[in-house]
């Protein structure tokens, strides 16, 4: 799994992305984390068939004993189908994800972690230094979804909206945006549709 170091001051944002060894048929997601001493934060952890490769890489930034917070920015199983293992692995942690997927997100195993449900406005996840604002960003896709913004670092974690579908060997970092519109259009027409659509 490769990693790429986003931000470091007294805490550090990384980027997981772009796993060479994923199975065929699935998509590509990114995972993020703020290492922040003794507290931690994964961010949509991926799926349930990229959990080994995603601890590996994590393990290379923190101890298993400082990863202290996950955060699951909407439903979708390419984004926290893993929770059942990360339960098993992480069982002292909190899941910080949104309070409308709470049933479902059990499905995926939910024994150990405590769910901290967040609220249709907004929260903020504290760790050693970091806070982090979770964002209200209803229907991005999901009708139930936050990003995370760090305003000390300036970085938003906006989950799935820029996404596209793009080839297994794709820059992890769009430096063009007019050739990435193209890319990810038909996701954003099909997953994220207008008001008048919803009526």
Same mark, same amino acid.
């Given at each position: 799994m490769?990693?790429?170091?986003?931000?470091?001051?007294?805490y550090?944002?990384?980027v997981?992305?772009?796993?060479?060894?994923?199975?065929?048929?699935?998509?590509?997601?990114?995972?993020?984390?703020?290492?922040?001493?003794?507290?931690?934060?994964?961010?949509?952890?991926?799926?349930?068939?990229?959990?080994?490769?995603?601890?590996?890489?994590?393990?290379?930034?923190?101890?298993?004993?400082?990863?202290?917070?996950?955060?699951?920015?909407? &439903?979708?199983?390419?984004?926290?189908?893993?929770?059942?293992?990360?339960? &098993?692995?992480?069982?002292?942690?909190?899941?910080?994800a949104?309070?409308?997927?709470?049933?479902?997100?059990?499905?995926f195993?939910?024994?150990?972690?405590?769910? &901290?449900?967040?609220?249709?406005?907004?929260?903020?996840?504290?760790?050693?230094?970091?806070?982090?604002?979770?964002?209200?960003a209803?229907?991005?896709?999901?009708?139930?979804?936050?990003?995370?913004?760090?305003?000390?670092?300036?970085?938003?974690?906006?989950?799935?909206?820029?996404?596209?579908?793009?080839?297994?060997?794709?820059?992890?970092?769009?430096?063009?945006?007019?050739?990435?519109?193209?890319?990810?259009?038909?996701?954003?027409?099909?997953?994220?549709?207008?008001?008048?659509?919803?009526?």
């Open positions: 490769k990693s790429t170091l986003l931000y470091e001051g007294r550090k944002w990384i997981f992305g772009r796993d060479p060894d994923k199975p065929e048929g699935i998509i590509d997601t990114n995972q993020y984390m703020v290492a922040d001493g003794k507290r931690s934060l994964l961010m949509d952890p991926g799926g349930i068939e990229i959990f080994s490769a995603m601890l590996a890489a994590v393990l290379r930034y923190t101890d298993i004993d400082h990863l202290t917070d996950l955060f699951a920015s909407h &439903q979708d199983p390419d984004i926290i189908s893993s929770l059942g293992l990360w339960d &098993q692995a992480l069982p002292h942690a909190r899941l910080h949104p309070w409308l997927w709470e049933g479902f997100l059990r499905h195993g939910l024994n150990h972690i405590h769910y &901290q449900a967040i609220p249709d406005e907004g929260a903020v996840i504290r760790l050693e230094y970091a806070e982090l604002s979770l964002i209200p209803h229907y991005l896709h999901s009708s139930g979804n936050f990003h995370v913004y760090d305003p000390v670092a300036k970085i938003l974690m906006s989950g799935d909206v820029g996404a596209a579908l793009e080839p297994a060997d794709a820059p992890m970092f769009v430096t063009d945006f007019a050739g990435h519109i193209p890319k990810m259009e038909m996701f954003h027409q099909r997953w994220m549709p207008s008001n008048r659509a919803k009526q």
